[in-house]
T-cell receptor, first 113, second 115 residues
Framework: EDQVTQSPEALRLQEGESSSLNCSYTVSGLRGLFWYRQDPGKGPEFLFTLYSAGEEKEKERLKATLTKKESFLHITAPKPEDSATYLCAVRANYGGATNKLIFGTGTLLAVQP | ETGVTQTPRHLVMGMTNKKSLKCEQHLGHNAMYWYKQSAKKPLELMFVYNFKEQTENNSVPSRFSPECPNSSHLFLHLHTLQPEDSALYLC??????????????FGQGTRLTVV
């Protein structure tokens, strides 16, 4: 069964303390891995798409990497405004025209000043 | 307006009421989705529409009825809901080129409370 697991469930960092969030997946025929940021009471905001092992994407203090089994979201010198829930999702090859994103439960990040 | 817009943002309804959620996308995408987000659970895909045609119904109870009149608009009609249906309902859209899939963009969601 296709599955996405994120860890840790929650992470508390001091401002400037770098860390990484993990997203491990088991899918047949990966067609893309997506990272989103979600603030309380709002919809997920798209951050990155990764398609193949070895690929990396960067945006400000965030860097996403991908292997054949997992993805990491590295946060360098975080600031309080980086506090949010970070969601990982994958698209798998189901054939036909069906599109299906499978989400993990997310990592709740809190950055303290 | 840009992006994906959902209305209303908040909705409280009784178990015997009928209401509808509306979603509109201004991105020119050809696929639209309804997701349900409950506390401590992953986002659950409910329905998928490609070019106005429903291509996915993820075993959703019939008290939820989707409607997609065109590629820019998506509705979710609600009737005789249960308290456990209280959740954040998210609409999303994407462009499906038939090859490597692109990202989905989400609306701000409708916070639904069933009393």
């Amino acid at each position: 069964e296709d599955q996405v697991t994120q860890s840790p469930e929650a992470l508390r960092l001091q401002e400037g303390e770098s860390s990484s969030l993990n997203c491990s997946y088991t899918v047949s025929g990966l067609r893309g891995l997506f990272w989103y940021r979600q603030d309380p009471g709002k919809g997920p905001e798209f951050l990155f798409t990764l398609y193949s092992a070895g690929e990396e994407k960067e945006k400000e203090r965030l860097k996403a990497t991908l292997t054949k089994k997992e993805s990491f979201l590295h946060i360098t010198a975080p600031k309080p405004e980086d506090s949010a829930t970070y969601l990982c999702a994958v698209r798998a090859n189901y054939g036909g025209a069906t599109n299906k994103l499978i989400f993990g439960t997310g990592t709740l990040l809190a950055v303290q000043p | 307006e840009t992006g994906v817009t959902q209305t209303p943002r908040h909705l409280v309804m009784g178990m015997t009421n009928k209401k509808s959620l509306k979603c509109e996308q201004h991105l020119g995408h050809n696929a639209m989705y309804w997701y349900k987000q409950s506390a401590k659970k992953p986002l659950e895909l409910m329905f998928v529409y490609n070019f106005k045609e429903q291509t996915e119904n993820n075993s959703v109870p019939s008290r939820f009825s989707p409607e997609c009149p065109n590629s820019s608009h998506l509705f979710l009609h609600l009737h005789t809901l249960q308290p456990e249906d209280s959740a954040l309902y998210l609409c999303a859209s994407s462009q499906d080129p038939g090859g490597w899939d692109t990202e989905a963009f989400f609306g701000q969601g409708t916070r639904l409370t069933v009393v």
